[in-house]
């Protein structure tokens, strides 16, 4: 499904920044569910919380990161 592709992409993106030793960085989409669900984490009640508590794992290793 397109949401879960997007999901893998972000995961990628995120994978790739961390191996460049990016410190700031902003994640970019064009699936408004995706960040949608990212920016309202804490109200979220779908199967897709695991993914987001997962991904916001990651993020935190960033100095300043964000999803737009």
């Given at each position: 499904?397109h ?39 804490h ?26």
């Open positions: 499904d949401t879960t592709t997007k999901w893998a992409e972000l995961s990628e993106g995120i994978t790739l920044a961390r191996s460049f030793n990016f410190n700031k960085v902003i994640f970019e989409s064009d699936c408004a569910s995706l960040v949608n669900s990212f920016r309202r984490h109200e979220d009640i779908t199967v897709l919380r695991h993914r987001i508590k997962e991904t916001r794992g990651m993020i935190k290793l960033f100095v300043k990161a964000d999803v737009k």
